[in-house]
């Protein structure tokens, strides 16, 4: 069984690969309060991409009621990590229900390591570019407890984001170097406003065309 199950993956993951091919697939990198969310939403509105955040895919399948859904909530119950692999093929099937119709793909906060980024390229297909919304850390902190006002987060306090962003800045700096050595990170100076930021981003995605 365990064989024909890795013929039926290796069979899928031929067929994404081949149907996304051509795709340009964009990594969105940035801590909390880096405005990485706005940036992309602007993107689709303005480039027709298509926007994936694996948090957003994972809890849409949990609350489809999937098989997949249900195991999915078993194990984040547990307080377990959801296994790359699962993540990796909701993401292309995603992507290839998209194919046919997205000028692009936006993966959000991803890879948040190196290995995660490995595996993608695999699984899925090698990344177009790697777009790295950077803010300061005032900078950010400045902007999450401004949301804590409203949001009604417990997570938005001063103590909890230092903490998130010293685990961001750890996770996040080997996958900058890793692409980085390959030549497709393009920074963003994120400390400016929303449209400064924009520009910017049009700036880069303008030169794929």
């Given at each position: 069984?365990?064989?024909?199950?890795?013929?039926?993956?290796?069979?899928?993951?031929?067929?994404?690969?081949?149907?996304?091919?051509n795709?340009?697939?964009?990594?969105?990198?940035?801590?909390?309060?880096?405005?990485?969310?706005?940036?992309?939403?602007?993107?689709?509105?303005?480039?027709?991409?298509?926007?994936?955040?694996?948090?957003?895919?994972?809890?849409?399948?949990?609350?489809?009621?999937?098989?997949?859904?249900?195991k999915?909530?078993?194990?984040?119950e547990?307080?377990?990590?959801?296994?790359?692999?699962?993540?990796?093929?909701?993401?292309?099937?995603?992507?290839?229900?998209?194919?046919?119709?997205?000028?692009?793909?936006?993966i959000?906060?991803?890879?948040?390591?190196?290995?995660?980024?490995?595996?993608?390229?695999?699984?899925?297909?090698?990344?177009?570019l790697?777009?790295?919304?950077?803010?300061?850390?005032?900078?950010?902190?400045?902007?999450?407890?401004?949301?804590?006002?409203?949001?009604?987060?417990?997570?938005?306090?001063?103590?909890?984001?230092?903490?998130?962003?010293?685990?961001?800045?750890?996770?996040?700096?080997?996958?900058?170097?890793?692409?980085?050595?390959?030549?497709?990170?393009?920074?963003?100076?994120?400390?400016?406003?929303?449209?400064?930021?924009?520009?910017?981003?049009?700036?880069?995605?303008?030169?794929?065309?």
């Amino acid at each position: 069984m365990g064989t024909e199950c890795s013929c039926l993956a290796t069979a899928a993951e031929r067929a994404g690969k081949e149907k996304l091919k051509n795709s340009k697939i964009i990594f969105v990198v940035g801590g909390p309060g880096s405005g990485k969310g706005t940036q992309c939403e602007k993107i689709v509105q303005k480039y027709g991409y298509t926007h994936l955040s694996t948090g957003d895919l994972l809890r849409a399948e949990v609350n489809s009621g999937s098989e997949r859904g249900k195991k999915l909530s078993a194990i984040m119950e547990k307080g377990e990590l959801v296994p790359l692999d699962t993540v990796l093929d909701m993401l292309r099937d995603a992507m290839v229900a998209k194919a046919d119709v997205s000028k692009g793909f936006l993966i959000d906060g991803y890879p948040r390591e190196v290995k995660q980024g490995e595996e993608f390229e695999k699984k899925i297909a090698p990344p177009t570019l790697l777009l790295y919304v950077d803010a300061g850390k005032d900078t950010m902190v400045k902007r999450l407890l401004k949301r804590g006002e409203t949001s009604g987060r417990v997570d938005d306090n001063e103590e909890t984001i230092k903490k998130r962003l010293d685990t961001y800045y750890k996770a996040t700096e080997p996958v900058i170097t890793f692409y980085e050595k390959r030549g497709i990170v393009r920074k963003l100076n994120a400390e400016g406003s929303v449209d400064d930021v924009f520009v910017q981003v049009c700036t880069h995605l303008d030169a794929l065309k």
